[in-house]
């Protein structure tokens, strides 16, 4: 197996599913956009833009391609012929489409899920998260942010803990970089893992941290 897949997050749950393992060398990949009907696929020769087949153009927009899924292209390396097998799949009812359901982020292994000590910290909002985290098959793990802000933060770890029993919890200070040690526990070297949170809550500044560098733009 090639490093650039291996960190991308192949693991044998997918390589399994390869009737041919030659496919590994070039035609294997992870999709990390879908804009219309072409996608974006990063292989082990490198980043491509291709569309897909006809059979998937007509097949349910639940078993097309989204961020996050391994896929195999054709010879020509220009379009995607198939969608391996998904290990969690989060989804949501498409707009206008009555009961058609349409694919968020396939193959999360860990989600991250981002509240603030403050006024922002609800404990149903966690739970509408985690019923969802529990729907796709992943694993949930609150991270609470701004801890240094309030004079106990341990309140709200007893309240983030009581939204599901067992549930893992962690604290975090922007000002304090070890106080992510906790976080980054979570994430091993072929792990996917995702964050959601309400707008302010502390999301880019703990990815830009996780990362060591700027992935995206923090707010005031």
């Keep these: 197996m ?11 749950f997918f390589t399994q599913q390869l009737a041919d393992t030659g496919l590994l060398r ?3 990949g992870r999709v990390t956009s879908v804009q219309r009907s072409r996608t974006t696929v990063i292989c082990e020769s490198g980043e491509r833009v291709v569309e897909l087949s006809p059979v ?10 989204t961020v ?4 195999v292209l054709d010879n020509s390396l220009r379009k995607i012929t198939q969608v391996l097998e998904r290990k969690s799949l989060f989804k949501r009812l498409g707009a206008g489409t009555g009961s ?14 981002v509240t603030s000590c403050n006024e922002e910290f609800k404990e149903s909002r966690l739970e509408r998260y985690l019923a969802l985290c529990a729907e796709a098959g ?3 793990v609150i991270v609470l942010t701004k801890a240094d802000l309030v004079d106990n933060a ?7 803990r009581r939204t599901q029993p067992g549930v893992a919890v962690e604290t975090t200070n922007a000002l304090d970089p070890n106080t992510l040690d906790g976080v980054r526990s979570w994430i091993k070297s072929t792990s996917t893992v995702a964050l959601v949170g309400s707008s302010g809550v ?4 703990l990815l830009n941290t996780l990362a060591g560098r700027s992935l995206t733009t923090t707010g005031e």
């Design 202 to 205: 502390g999301k880019s500044t």
């Design 26 to 28: 070039d035609r294997l």
């Design 100 to 113: 058609e359901l349409q694919p968020i982020a396939a193959n999360i292994d860990t989600l991250f899920i």
């Design 68 to 71: 996050g899924d391994w896929v």
């Design 56 to 65: 998937l153009l007509q097949s349910a927009a639940i078993d097309r391609p």
């Design 154 to 160: 341990d309140d709200y770890v007893r309240r983030a």
């Design 2 to 12: 090639s490093e650039i897949l291996h960190k991308l997050g192949l693991v044998p």
């Design 138 to 140: 992943a694993m949930p």
